[in-house]
């Protein structure tokens, strides 16, 4: 699986993890040269605290384009340091 912003594939992955319809990277599968932690934080009572980073490619930025939850709810340990992205996101096979 890819995810691509502006036309670029900033993860690439055949070991991504599906959870409540979402799609998450392996953290070593993003190319984090292209993002950069903005600050924003979610709870959620099934994840846990995400942190929310922006993703720039080509001088397009995507805020928000990215969450990671470092530490998520005990029942869904397996995606803790996974990466999700936003419905903006390219996600190809």
């Not at 846990?48 to 993703?55: F, H, K, L, N, R």
């Amino acid at each position: 699986m890819k995810a691509l912003w502006n036309n670029f594939v900033v993860a690439e992955s055949e070991k991504t993890v599906t959870f409540e319809d979402k799609l998450y990277f392996p953290y070593d599968s993003v190319k984090l040269q292209y993002f950069s932690k903005n600050g924003k934080v979610f709870s959620s009572t099934t994840q846990g605290v995400c942190e929310y980073y922006d993703i720039e490619v080509g001088g397009v930025n995507k805020r928000d384009g990215a969450w990671m939850c470092p530490n998520p709810k005990t029942q869904i340990k397996n995606i803790a340091d996974y990466f999700s992205f936003d419905k903006e996101i390219e996600i190809k096979k």
